[in-house]
Structures are given as C-alpha cells and as structure tokens.
C-alpha cells in the first residue's frame, strides 16, 4: 500500500500542471501515466495561443511562431484574421511540464494505469509492471482525458467527442498562419493544416453520426494540397484521437476528486482548442488541493472558480454547436453566412 497526500491520473498538461503546482507548495505528489513515455504518441495539432508561450520556453518546445488565421468558408471564400500563436513540439512540451513537477518533488510512475477506484475509502488501484497494487491518498486530481477512467469509476457520464485523424506531411511553401477549412465534408468539425516548419500537420474531426470514415475525406485534401504545390505526398507520421465537444461536465468535483482538462469538459465546443485550459485549470487544482491540506477548504471551491472563468464561454461556444448541429444531423448544407456567425476566426 503506497501513501500520498495528491494523486495524479494522467499527466498530459493538466496532470503536469496540476502535479507540480502541488508540490512546489510541499504537498506529497504521486503522478502516474498509463503511456511508458509522457506525450508519445502525440495525439494533437500542437498549437498553442502566444499568452502559453511562457510555458514554452524549455528546449525543443517551441517550433514556429504563426500571426494568423486563414479560414475557408464552404464557398472556398478565404477570410483572414490576425490570430498569434506557436507551433510547438507536444510531446517535448509535456515532458517539460512533467519534469518541472518532478523537480519540485512529484514522484512520477509512467506505464501506469487504473483499474478501480474505491473512493469511499480514498483508494486507487493501479496497474504497474504486470501486477496491481494500491495507492491511498487525500485528494485524486483525474487528468486522464476525453475517456477519463476516474469519472468513469467515480460513476460520471461519458462525454460526447468528436474523433480525429492527422497527418504529418511535408510543407513545401513557408506560411506563418493556422488554415482551416469548414464545409459539410467534415459534419461536427472542419479540417486543418497546422505548419511546423518544414512540416505540417494536416488533419481533420468530425462527428462519427454523421461521418463515420475519415481517411476519406482527408487524403482528398491533402490530394489537393498536393496539387497545389503547397504540401508534399509522403506521410511523414500518422495519428488521432478524440476531443471532447460538450462543455464543461456538470459535475466538476465529487468528494475529494477534481477533473481538469479534456476530463473536466474544458475543451472548446466549435474549435475543440485545449491545451491551455489544461494547464490553467490544472494550477488551480493543485491549488486546491493544497489548500484542502493545509486548512481544510472545501473543493467545491475549485469548481466555482472554473465555473466563473470557462462556464460563460463554454456555454456560449455551446450553444452555437447545437444550432449548427440541427444542420449536421439532418445532412444541410451550411452556408457562408451560418459559419462566419460561429467560428471564431471568420
């Protein structure tokens, strides 16, 4: 039986964030990863708004500086928009998160996943090197993602995601702006392409309802890209996953369990954009569990405060899906007007 005051489930940005925090302010952290390697294999576009680039500043995070957004409307119309960000390695990004944790003095366990949670009893099972054992502690901060094993056992409703494909190709022509392109190709979401340098990720989610197949619609835009002179052919790498599309989950804390990141619903509704709620919402974590500790302050506290800074927002993003979704579900076409009403960027 292991002891620790702050377990972690996951440590993506938010578990990252969440595990340092608490232990810079001298809680005992215990942090685990089911994956053997923190941010392998990425499963993201790797964007992050500039005000997060000081949480990039480690080697070989940071890959590109973009300065806007070029948005294609359905009729192929193209709008641009200033929109600073960076392009950064994620895996990189994550392992710096996760080794600033460390340093502070989390004990960090990759390869490790729970199998059972008996929260009445502050317990967690984990799987370790091919065998189980328990872990007791105070708080348990679940960071573990869109599928998040903790709100599963702690009886917590799935979330609805949209799935996602991307590859890594080639870019032939330098560009310093995130591309998008919205159309009834990709029902629930749009495609993308994201450059790294000499590379770029191009990629697209959509909701499975409607659009069950990706590879599909994705090789006939990097066909296109292709043609265009604009992306090479080789496929540099392949990846995907799932993002969270429903808001924040009503239920933010239980007991003494908190969700952050893609767990807690942080996710954007319209752009599914992530990464820096994650880390946001992990530091109040942390914060909270520190001073749950240290004077008995309720959690509930911590899910005010995500409430009041992401609930309008998200609610708000929320809403537009769902007016775009009676277009989806029912196979309509959306058109240029209807889009420039909900994207953030047009």
């Not at 998160?97 to 960090?108: I, N, T």
Request: glycine share 12%; charged share 15%.
């Amino acid at each position: 039986m292991e002891t620790t005051e702050v377990l972690v489930i996951g440590l993506g940005p938010g578990g990252a964030s969440a595990a340092g925090m608490a232990a810079h302010g001298g809680a005992q952290v215990v942090a685990v990863e089911r994956r053997a390697m923190i941010g392998m294999p990425v499963q993201c576009a790797e964007f992050i708004p500039l005000p997060l680039g000081r949480y990039a500043t480690a080697p070989g995070v940071c890959i590109q500086r973009l300065a806007a957004m070029h948005t294609y409307l359905p009729s192929g119309t193209l709008h641009r928009a200033d929109y600073p960000g960076l392009m950064i390695d994620r895996a990189a990004f994550d392992q710096a998160l996760a080794a600033q944790a460390q340093a502070a003095g989390a004990r960090l366990w990759t390869g490790t996943a729970l199998v059972a949670l008996d929260a009445a009893n502050n317990t967690a099972t984990l799987w370790h090197d091919d065998k189980p054992f328990t872990v007791r502690y105070q708080v348990l901060i679940g960071a573990d993602g869109p599928h998040s094993l903790v709100a599963k056992a702690a009886g917590l409703a799935p979330q609805p995601c949209l799935h996602t494909r991307q590859y890594t190709v080639p870019l032939l022509q330098p560009h310093d702006a995130t591309d998008f392109w919205l159309h009834d190709d990709y029902p629930g979401g749009y495609a993308w392409l994201f450059p790294k340098g000499q590379q770029a990720n191009l990629g697209l989610g959509v909701d499975k309802r409607w659009q069950r197949e990706l590879k599909t619609p994705l090789d006939r835009l990097r066909q296109h890209l292709i043609r265009s002179g604009r992306v090479g052919a080789e496929i540099l790498a392949r990846t995907g996953g799932a993002v969270p599309v429903g808001g924040l989950r009503p239920t933010l804390n239980t007991r003494n369990i908190l969700w952050v990141g893609d767990a807690a619903g942080l996710t954007h509704p319209i752009t599914g954009a992530g990464i820096a709620a994650a880390v946001l919402s992990g530091e109040m974590a942390g914060q909270a569990a520190l001073d749950f500790l240290g004077q008995g302050t309720a959690l509930d506290e911590y899910a005010e405060e995500l409430e009041d800074h992401y609930g309008p927002v998200l609610r708000r993003a929320l809403a537009q899906r769902q007016h775009l979704q009676t277009f989806w579900q029912h196979g309509q076409p959306i058109d240029d007007q209807t889009w420039q009403a909900h994207w953030v960027g047009a």
